[in-house]
């Protein structure tokens, strides 16, 4: 899953991005409040971490003017501020959740996870096209009666292209899906993954539009 997380101490940036991409989410990393509304509204996440002590304001701000303008993705805030108030402010501000700092890795984690089953608990959990299901809260997926093992990467991929069916995404997009804005990435890795997605769960799934990217069903505004 992807995260957005917006935190200015680059120590405990570094830290966070990391384990939590060992965890098995896509990290990407900004440090002013500006940055991540702008991310927030122009981007696909599926939750947020914000840390309130901004270089160009206060966390809170973000969270504000994102919910203001209808953002619905879960938002986990971290906070060295633990009194029962400025608990209350925060979620009552449009934040879902939040640690008292330090915190602990694997409890961002697991209040990730709870997040995020939490939202798709609001939606509809499993994806279809076909066939072919895709079960994002327990990473399974299923081919008819069979189960599917994907990788993290092609889950990623997959999970990607069914949640928008019609949808062209193209090399790039599909990158910062897997590895983050600022992942270092083999220029063929992509299409390695996506081979292998193909193999797995069939070749005519998946199609290539030259030059574009990839796209599972028919474009959109084509008939």
Do not use: C
Request: charged share 30%; proline share 3%; no cysteine.
């Amino acid at each position: 899953m992807r995260v957005l997380l917006v935190e200015d101490d680059g120590l405990l940036g570094d830290g966070l991005q990391t384990g939590l991409s060992q965890a098995g989410f896509t990290v990407d990393w900004v440090r002013e409040g500006r940055l991540a509304l702008h991310a927030l509204l122009s981007e696909t996440f599926d939750a947020a971490i914000i840390d309130l002590g901004l270089p160009d304001g206060d966390g809170t701000e973000v969270i504000r003017a994102y919910r203001d303008r209808g953002g619905t993705v879960p938002v986990l805030v971290l906070t060295a501020r633990g009194d029962i108030g400025n608990k209350l402010t925060l979620l009552d501000g449009g934040a879902d959740d939040y640690l008292v700092k330090p915190a602990d890795i694997r409890e961002v984690a697991a209040r990730l996870r709870v997040l995020l089953r939490r939202d798709e608990g609001r939606r509809v959990p499993v994806l279809r096209y076909g066939d072919i299901e895709v079960d994002p809260t327990a990473y399974a997926v299923r081919v008819g009666d069979q189960s599917v093992d994907l990788t993290q990467s092609e889950f990623k991929i997959l999970h990607a292209l069914i949640r928008s069916p019609g949808t062209v995404l193209s090399r790039e997009r599909l990158e910062e899906v897997v590895y983050g804005w600022d992942g270092e990435v083999d220029s063929n890795a992509i299409q390695v993954h996506l081979h292998n997605v193909r193999r797995k769960i069939g070749a005519d799934v998946i199609r290539t539009i030259r030059g574009v990217g990839y796209v599972i069903g028919r474009q959109e505004g084509h008939g």
